[in-house]
């Protein structure tokens, strides 16, 4: 059994997350790292990925050459800030489908609402990994992936790069069966729901917004 949370410890990837934590970053330079660090996390998230083989012609010789098996994968990007994480995923697996999930929080109850939600057909048959760089509380993720599996998705993985102890263990209560891939597990939430130590809001500092 796979286990619920893996942190990407690739050197390549703690490094440029170190960078991107520092707040004199420009938002291009953020953006620059974003990318890269997401196509490494996507290396990891899609290692168990079947497998099956193709009958192909070398211009030695004939030969059975393995190649990626069922339907091409979902990606779904929990808004705005999971489209950053996903851009880089899609340089890596073009073919990949692609779906979005809208959230607000509720002011009164303080819980999520849908507001949006596009997602590709025959989840039931495809990996759906979903993304958002900042798992935080999980309020958001829990209920997206609660979305996600009305909607029949079975096969998942949840992608970010930084996540709070609070919002694992969210995760792990609601979703036992969805994996999390994270290139950092910080200390801990503040009053406000942000990561500490963290790197602020993800989403201004991807778009440029304040
Ligand atoms: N969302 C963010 O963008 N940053 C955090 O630290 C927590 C949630």
Do not use: W
């Amino acid at each position: 059994m796979m286990q619920h949370l893996t942190v990407v410890d690739h050197p390549l990837v703690q490094h440029k997350l170190s960078i991107m934590r520092q707040k004199e970053v420009s938002t291009a330079g953020f953006r620059r790292l974003l990318r890269e660090i997401s196509l490494l996390l996507a290396y990891e998230v899609t290692r168990e990925l079947e497998l099956t083989t193709m009958h192909i012609e070398t211009p030695m010789c004939e030969m059975e050459a393995p190649t990626l098996e069922g339907k091409k994968l979902a990606l779904i990007s929990i808004l705005r800030a999971g489209n950053g994480l996903m851009d880089g995923i899609l340089e890596l697996i073009p073919g990949a489908r692609v779906g979005f999930v809208g959230l607000y929080r509720d002011p009164e109850t303080l819980k999520p609402v849908e507001y949006y939600c596009k997602v590709p057909r025959e989840l039931d048959a495809r990996m759906t990994i979903v993304v958002d760089p900042m798992l935080a509380t999980g309020n958001s993720s829990v209920a997206a992936i609660d979305m996600l599996k009305e909607r029949g998705a079975k096969n998942m993985r949840f992608l970010c790069l930084l996540a709070a102890p609070e919002g694992v263990e969210r995760m792990r209560e609601a979703h036992p069966d969805v994996p999390i891939f994270t290139a950092a597990l910080d200390e801990r939430l503040d009053d406000h729901g942000y990561i500490v130590p963290g790197l602020g809001d993800a989403g201004d500092r991807m778009f440029g917004t304040k």
